[in-house]
């Protein structure tokens, strides 16, 4: 470290320059606001970083006594007196130390300030008692730390001192600092660090030195004499840092120095870099953009680089602010380009600066424009159309909706958007339109789905609505466009088409004398459960059902009676059988048949002795049957457990075959087509 000693005012031109006065630490001030400090001063004020102290007031480091002697000195100083040197105590982290302070005025970057030199004088003639309180500045630092006796035997080290040499501190109180030596240097060397230290009071330098496991290191050492208050030694003190580390954040330093250099030199944007109203720096590209040779405008004043743009000019006026962003078009050629200009102030080699970037947006700008064509040609058509067209977000929220609302939902599109398209359809219809439409990010097409929605007045009309998914510039849905239309008048007339329709469906599969089902729905119904039977390896019965002696009934009592009794025979098997989720269907004449999904041969017997029984309990008079005196009925039962889709008429022919039986063996009673109970298809 050079010392320069001396009375007159010293000029300091930048911190690289007052960190070389120091022969202890020197401090740069202005209106007591620190402005420079070395690295030594740093450290022994106990922060890690100079920006740390940067910008601190003095005064946040005096005792109270001190800051009227030291604003009394100050304020004498900057009136050009000449003041001898004195003993301060100033507070270090809560603990109070001695320093002899001179103070004198400097010029620093161009502006008058104070320096003030310190000297540390507090007694530290350390031992176990005393160590917690004196040392707490000197122990509590980042640095690696050792203090000395003057006859060398180590009193103290910092923390971080077993982290830089892997001692530990048990190892080291009360011996010598020799013992890591690394033996690289001559005695010629070591004398002059002890004449520096014994002379000046200090001595900084670089030093390879050994750790514990025996590898070298290279560390840069500052040591310092420390006297107490009669000029005596009672210590040294060593302040080691690690150059390994400081190497490696050097070397960091600059790949992001390159980086960043890069960064701008390849940006695709116009930079440029001002100071004292005169261009530092531009990058390549605003050469191309503005036409201009970089290295003419180097130097130029900013105003005349943008003289022949006035109105770029003009807008770059910070006037309070840090920040300042514009869009503006740049003449090229015979033509213009749309730019956007942003600057801020930064600060540049310790002043402040003007970065500026130009960014051209012609395409930008156009497709802007065309957007906002495309969104005006859009709201025409929306507003001008009869049907209700609107955007909704993820959840269902109205964004937008046309003024055909008033027509169709009574609402004006001011008192829809914001609400919740859902609170306006039917309870009924809301949850299957949710499950239809599902979640908006998951519909991938286009889907048109008819539902109620409800009306200002109250009511509810039928509406049409076509909905497509929006996408957001990443291809993911973020809600839905739709189109609604009222369908009401629509949905009454296809309502009228379906009931019509429904009612013919219904006639022509009814018999017309007694309104049960007949042989053609009969034909249907016996197709589809031989199907299912055959799928599901179910089995499937039917009963055939005959009026014995219906012949002589009609002769004796005539066939309008005839088609009564046959009425009220079709309507009590529509009874007994419908109601047991049974199929029942005139036959033919004056025959019945009965399909019996999923019931085997015994239950179909039992189902048909309860019909019969309840046919005799009609009691309905037949003076002419030759088996009783009141109708009576014979039924034939087949029963199948199918596996040919193809033999179905199989089942009939059984079951025609067992009613013939019955009718064979003396009517009024039920047989079972025995073939048809085992027999598989």
Not at 639 to 644: A, E, G, L, M, R
Request: with cysteine; proline share 2%; charged share 25%.
């Amino acid at each position: 470290m050079m010392v320069k000693e001396s009375g007159t005012e010293t000029i300091i031109e930048d911190v690289a320059a007052a960190n070389n006065l120091s022969p202890y630490f020197v401090c740069v001030h202005k209106n007591s606001i620190i402005i420079s400090i070395d690295e030594g001063g740093t450290q022994l004020l106990g922060y890690k970083y100079q920006g740390e102290i940067i910008g601190k007031s003095i005064f946040s480091f005096l005792s109270s006594g001190n800051q009227e002697t030291i604003s009394t000195r100050i304020a004498a100083i900057e009136q050009g007196t000449i003041l001898q040197g004195s003993i301060m105590s100033f507070s270090i982290n809560g603990t109070p130390m001695d320093f002899q302070v001179n103070s004198e005025n400097t010029i620093f970057n161009g502006e008058s300030a104070i320096k003030t030199c310190l000297r540390f004088i507090t007694p530290m003639s350390i031992n176990n008692d005393y160590l917690e309180e004196t040392g707490s500045l000197i122990l509590s630092a980042n640095k690696g730390i050792v203090i000395t006796t003057p006859d060398g035997k180590i009193q103290a080290v910092s923390d971080s001192f077993t982290r830089l040499t892997g001692y530990l501190k048990e190892n080291v109180i009360g011996r010598n600092p020799r013992i890591w030596k690394s033996h690289s240097y001559t005695p010629i060397f070591y004398k002059r660090m002890w004449d520096s230290i014994l002379n000046k009071g200090c001595w900084e330098g670089e030093l390879w030195n050994k750790r514990k496991d025996g590898s070298h290191y290279l560390m840069k050492v500052n040591i310092f004499s420390i006297l107490n208050k009669d000029s005596e030694l009672v210590n040294y003190l060593a302040v080691y840092t690690d150059l390994t580390e400081v190497e490696m954040l050097s070397q960091q330093l600059k790949e992001r120095e390159e980086q960043f250099r890069t960064l701008v030199e390849l940006s695709p944007n116009a930079i440029i870099l001002s100071q004292f109203d005169k261009i530092a720096y531009a990058n390549p590209y605003t050469e191309a953009l503005f036409g201009a040779n970089m290295n003419e405008v180097i130097g130029k004043s900013v105003s005349s680089f943008f003289s022949e743009h006035p109105n770029i000019a003009s807008k770059i006026d910070f006037d309070q602010k840090s920040v300042i962003s514009f869009e503006e078009q740049l003449k090229k050629g015979d033509s213009y380009i749309d730019i956007e200009v942003s600057s801020s102030l930064i600060t540049y080699q310790g002043e402040k600066a003007v970065l500026t970037v130009i960014k051209e947006i012609t395409k930008r700008k156009s497709m802007e424009r065309a957007l906002r064509e495309s969104e005006e040609q859009y709201r025409f058509i929306a507003e001008n159309s009869s049907d209700m067209i609107g955007r909704l977000s993820s959840d269902g929220i109205i964004i937008y909706i046309s003024p055909s609302s008033r027509g169709i939902l009574g609402y004006r599109n001011d008192e829809l958007i914001g609400k919740n398209i859902y609170g306006k359809i039917h309870p009924d219809d809301r949850e299957s339109l949710i499950e239809q439409y599902g979640n908006p990010k998951e519909l991938s097409g286009i889907v048109t789905s008819s539902y109620r929605m409800l009306h200002k007045n109250g009511g509810y009309i039928w509406a049409e609505t076509t909905v497509r998914p929006v996408k957001d510039k990443s291809g993911n849905a973020s809600g839905m466009m739709f189109a609604t239309r009222d369908v009401s008048a629509r949905r009454t007339i296809e309502n009228q088409l379906r009931e019509s329709n429904s009612l013919l469906r219904k006639l022509s599969s009814l018999d017309g004398l007694t309104e049960i089902y007949n042989r053609r729905a009969f034909d249907e119904f016996l197709k589809t459960e031989w199907a299912f039977a055959c799928k599901h390896k179910t089995p499937v019965s039917l009963l055939l059902l005959d009026i014995d002696y219906f012949k002589k009934y009609n002769d004796t009592y005539g066939h309008i009676q005839g088609d009564e009794c046959l009425k009220s025979v079709a309507r009590e098997l529509e009874r007994f059988f419908h109601e047991k989720g049974y199929f029942a269907a005139r036959y033919g004449g004056e025959e019945f048949a009965v399909v019996l999904p999923n019931t085997d041969a015994q239950k179909a017997s039992g189902l048909a002795e309860g019909f019969q029984s309840a046919i005799r309990e009609m009691k309905i008079e037949h003076a002419n049957s030759k088996v009783s005196e009141i109708v009576t009925i014979s039924i034939g039962v087949s029963c199948v457990k199918p596996s040919d889709p193809e033999e179905m008429k199989q089942i009939l022919e059984f079951a025609d075959r067992a009613l013939y039986k019955a009718k064979h063996n003396g009517r009024n009673r039920i047989e079972v087509c025995e073939s048809a109970q085992n027999k598989q298809f």
